[in-house]
């Protein structure tokens, strides 16, 4: 069982012996005062991760000490990468908008969010995928230019070529036909060999409008082979694994982020990707008769995306340090976050392939509410991400 985290608060009149521990409110302006852990070779063995959404921002505005928690790394050549389960748009664009909003510089090597290690299945980069949640044709987009998958399709592609694949959609049509694009192959269930098929489902985003994508999915997963319109005849059958359902070649179904909650700008958190799944799957449950659905989730707490963050961190560690040339550079991470679920729970059930120990910080300007109990229990919650810089420097030194 997890040590019960520490909480780290201001003392109106620390003792002598913490005075330098606690008493300083910014660091990164009290230089002296923080001398930061270094190898004989003069350059830092840790390193950070920060989550975004409640932690450096909530909805678009910057959280007070972000900027200044930052450039203090930045200026002590301590590295971080931003490590996030939003997504939506691309790498690019989202660098370029968190550079202008926290005024620090940043770049792509910096960051990993929830579907950027969709970009290593190159599997599915000449097959036909599904893309899934995100405004307008946004994640498509990230798909074919940033990823390099060759044939995607949309929800709203499959609507304005078929609208009465989900009638209660047409309200939205104006919505969807302002990007829909013509689909590589009509979808025909007496002809199987001349239809549409999807081989994989990615969901990039948070759906906009479940109807229509829980519809489709269902379809798809239900489907032959991935052919619309079509309904397997190994569905239901008792003799097959899981009652034959995802039995006959379906797509494979992917999702980038857990998340149930996110914060946002509203007073209370807002459902998330996370949501929908679960919804979906309820869906599932309810039309199979309890069959088990098949998928795959990436997006923190998952190994594989720590694993994808900490290659990010390490090759950014040596970019920072390329002159020193050492094999084994980063011994403890610390990771920053406002979710238990995913923050949390990522990193301390993280087991790092290259040794490294990752320590969790659970600041209070997101999901978490000063006085909960964390469903996952942190290595140390503070109030927000200056404080957790700078008891991370602290703790370095032990």
């Not at 003392?11 to 002296?32: F, G, K």
């Not at 489709?216 to 309904?231: A, K, N, P, W, Y």
Request: net charge neutral; aromatic share 12%; hydrophobic share 35%.
């Amino acid at each position: 069982m997890a040590a019960t985290p520490r909480v780290f608060q201001r003392l109106a009149r620390p003792p002598p012996h913490v005075l330098t521990r606690l008493s300083h409110p910014q660091p990164w302006r009290q230089h002296r005062a923080f001398q930061t852990r270094v190898q004989s070779s003069g350059v830092p063995d840790y390193a950070f991760a920060f989550d975004i959404d409640g932690v450096l921002l909530r909805s678009s505005n910057p959280l007070p000490g972000a900027h200044e928690a930052l450039t203090y790394l930045q200026r002590h050549r301590i590295p971080f990468i931003l490590l996030t389960n939003g997504g939506g748009k691309s790498e690019t664009e989202r660098v370029s908008e968190l550079s202008e909003k926290l005024n620090v510089e940043l770049n792509v090597d910096m960051f990993v969010q929830s579907h950027t290690p969709f970009a290593e299945m190159h599997e599915y980069k000449d097959k036909t995928v599904l893309v899934v949640g995100g405004d307008y044709d946004k994640c498509q987009l990230v798909a074919k230019e940033h990823y390099g998958f060759q044939n995607v399709v949309t929800p709203g592609d499959l609507l304005c070529a078929y609208p009465d694949i989900w009638p209660f959609s047409k309200v939205f049509m104006d919505y969807y036909k302002s990007f829909a694009k013509p689909l590589p192959k009509p979808f025909n269930p007496a002809n199987p060999a001349e239809s549409l098929k999807i081989d994989a489902i990615f969901v990039y985003n948070d759906p906009r409008d479940w109807g229509l994508d829980s519809s489709i999915l269902l379809d798809l997963l239900l489907s032959s082979q991935g052919h619309l319109g079509t309904l397997s005849k190994k569905n239901g059958d008792a003799s097959l694994p899981n009652r034959g359902y995802q039995q006959d070649g379906q797509p494979a179904l992917f999702y980038s982020n857990p998340d149930l909650w996110w914060a946002s700008s509203h007073p209370l958190p807002r459902l998330g990707q996370g949501g929908f799944r679960v919804a979906f799957d309820g869906l599932w449950k309810s039309v199979t008769g309890g069959a088990k659905l098949e998928h795959t989730i990436f997006g923190k707490p998952y190994q594989p995306t720590y694993e994808f963050a900490e290659r990010r961190l390490r090759a950014h560690w040596k970019a920072l340090f390329e002159q020193v040339g050492l094999n084994d550079p980063l011994k403890r991470v610390y990771m920053v976050g406002d979710n238990p679920e995913s923050d949390i729970r990522g990193a301390n059930e993280y087991q790092s392939p290259h040794g490294s120990k990752w320590r969790s910080l659970l600041v209070q300007t997101g999901v978490y509410r000063e006085g909960a109990v964390p469903s996952c229990e942190p290595t140390v919650i503070v109030k927000d991400v200056g404080e957790a810089v700078r008891w991370a420097v602290e703790d370095a030194k032990g």
